[in-house]
């Protein structure tokens, strides 16, 4: 599978954010339990929010309910939704996506967002 993230940027505190993951080929996408990472300047790496194929969301402590992630499985699309902003929001953000009936997981190459203070 090819993951490609887009949608990063600089942004204002307070502001937000939609990060848009697309995943090709995708054909057993619906399978798949999703999710984004995120990889801060101190070079750690954060879990921030996942969707099982059979459950609902769930997110890290320190972004939720400022944070949705959600998924299109029609389009094979996986979104994450920021909104307030902070400083410490900064990172490379990467979409992940792994196939429980085979063990297999794919990562995406990353997207940076930049929240200025």
């Known amino acids: 599978e090819q993951l490609i993230e887009s949608g990063g940027g600089l942004v204002q505190a307070g502001g937000s954010l939609t990060l848009s993951c697309s995943v090709s080929?995708?054909?057993?996408?619906?399978?798949?339990?999703v999710g984004w990472y995120r990889q801060t300047p101190e070079r750690r790496r954060d879990w921030v929010a996942s969707i099982t194929s059979g459950t609902g969301p769930d997110y890290a402590p320190f972004v939720k309910g400022r944070f949705t992630i959600s998924r299109d499985n029609a389009k094979n699309m996986i979104y994450l939704q920021m909104t307030n902003l902070k400083p410490e929001d900064t990172a490379v953000y990467s979409c992940h996506m792994y196939y429980p009936l085979w063990g297999r997981d794919f990562w995406g190459q990353g997207t940076q967002v930049t929240v200025s203070g």
């Open positions: 080929p995708g054909k057993l996408f619906s399978r798949s339990d």
